[in-house]
């Protein structure tokens, strides 16, 4: 399920970032009395009460500046990208909160923000969408309580009277969000097999997308980052539904402008986090480059399963030798994920491009694949005979049984007399003996340490 998004917007120095601290239990943004410290959306997940859901934080906005005059000192030049970033925010949004200072009061700049969110809403199903929450932050006094009723002027409902740094009552606040989310049984059932197509910008992305599709549902321009939404196209191969993802650059950190940009790098990612199998393109021009192992990271950190396509092959100068030589390149940037299919293609005259598709289901075939307890404990016991498990301190590391207690990710439970001793070099070990033996093409595996009482 695609989780929810929340917007945190609002006037410099509210607290946001020290509320997007809280609610994702981390000092992921910038804490600072200075207006203006949060320039960039800051994007992460949060949970309460067993729901997950992503929090976007965004620098202050302040229309009564518009760019002009300096709110503080090196703050100017970034006001208007400030506001941009959070007029986007607000658009992707599912849910925005407002945050004011409740030891300031009610601002001139609070009431534009109002009248920027108010007009952003539509109506969807007889309901105002976003649905926007009035939070009113740095009440740790008695006194900005009882002055909390000044916000009803700014015609967003009742406020909610907050301390970011305490966390007063901000699970009130919560109990209220998770009110607005869609309840997950209603949501559709989509059982087609999600393909992302991810990777650096003009790499070749939506020309793959038009070739799979066969139509020009994407723009294909030479120009980078033209594609700026995460576009779903849905067809059937072989009887088989399939929704196509098609997603934008995602360029360096350092390389991302602000604005419009850097939401479409969220939306990449979020396909990816949707995503069964993700296709990670490479431009056979430029050669595989550290953002490639970074987007790669990242799709092995959400477990999910790939295909590498290194694309614009036809434009290579070839010989005998070179496509040895590319996939040994590959193969060594890419070390950590050396179970994924490598394939050569030419989304522009399309080399090869027929078999993306069936390699990209056998892919997902492999990830909802399941083994049987006693199949997967002969193996492990076999692996245990031609290598030993190690031991520490006198101590040896004992497999007692295990059992697949999942797919999508195949992940294994491995009872074990103490998970400490079971070093990632052997979990590697038996990792790639249980792809020998099953394969598992294109798709990561868990195995997890568990302890078992000897007795």
């Known amino acids: ?129 976003p649905p926007i929450f009035l939070v009113v932050n740095k009440c740790e006094s008695l006194t900005e309580r009882d002055n909390v009723g000044q916000f009803y002027e700014l015609g967003l409902g009742d406020p909610y009277a907050i301390s970011a740094v305490h966390g007063t009552d901000t699970g009130d606040l919560l109990d209220a ?82 604005g419009v940009e850097k939401f479409s790098v969220v939306r990449s990612f979020k396909a990816i986090e949707r995503a069964d199998v993700v296709l990670l393109m490479i431009d056979a021009e430029e050669g595989i480059t550290a953002q490639d192992t970074h987007i790669a990271g990242y799709i092995l950190e959400e477990w999910k399963s790939c295909v590498v396509l290194v694309n614009k092959w036809d434009a290579v100068v070839k010989d005998t030798y070179t496509m040895d030589a590319y996939t040994k390149k590959v193969r060594e940037q890419l070390n950590f994920m050396d179970y994924v299919p490598l394939m050569f293609i030419s989304a522009k005259t399309g080399q090869r491009v027929d078999q993306v598709l069936p390699t990209a289901l056998r892919v997902q075939e492999e990830r909802l694949a399941r083994l049987t307890t006693s199949k997967l404990n002969i193996l492990l016991q076999n692996a245990q ?5 190690p031991s520490h301190a006198g101590r040896q590391l004992k497999i007692y049984y295990a059992t697949q207690v999942r797919s999508d990710p195949p992940t294994f439970l491995l009872f074990v007399n103490d998970p400490t001793l079971m070093h990632f070099t052997y979990i590697r070990f038996l990792e790639n003996r249980i792809r020998e033996e099953y394969g598992f093409v294109g798709t990561p595996i868990r195995l997890i340490p568990k302890a078992r009482n000897e007795k």
């Open 1 to 129: 399920m695609t989780k929810p998004v929340v917007a945190l917007v609002g006037r410099p120095n509210v607290g946001k970032s020290t509320l997007f601290n809280r609610l994702v239990g981390e000092r992921l943004a910038i804490v600072d009395d200075t207006p203006g410290t949060t320039r960039d959306r800051i994007f992460a997940e949060a949970e309460w009460s067993g729901i997950r859901f992503d929090v976007v934080d965004t620098g202050g906005i302040d229309p009564s500046h518009g760019g002009k005059t300096p709110l503080s000192i090196g703050s100017a030049d970034f006001i208007n990208e400030i506001k941009a970033q959070a007029r986007i925010a607000i658009g992707e949004a599912d849910v925005v909160f407002l945050l004011c200072d409740g030891q300031s009061g009610v601002t001139p700049a609070d009431r534009e923000v109002a009248q920027i969110l108010r007009r952003s809403q539509k109506m969807v199903d007889g309901k105002p969408f």
């Open 177 to 258: 969000l998770l009110a607005t989310f869609p309840n997950q049984e209603e949501e559709e059932n989509d059982e087609s097999v999600k393909i992302a197509i991810v990777g650096k910008p003009n790499a070749g992305k939506s020309s793959l997308l038009n070739r799979l599709a066969g139509k020009e549902r994407a723009i294909v321009s030479p120009i980078a980052g033209t594609t700026r939404d995460a576009v779903d196209t849905k067809i059937e191969f072989d009887g088989i539904p399939v929704t196509l993802i098609d997603t934008a650059g995602i360029r360096r950190r350092g390389r991302i402008d602000p």
């Open 385 to 389: 005979d031609t290598h030993p498990a």
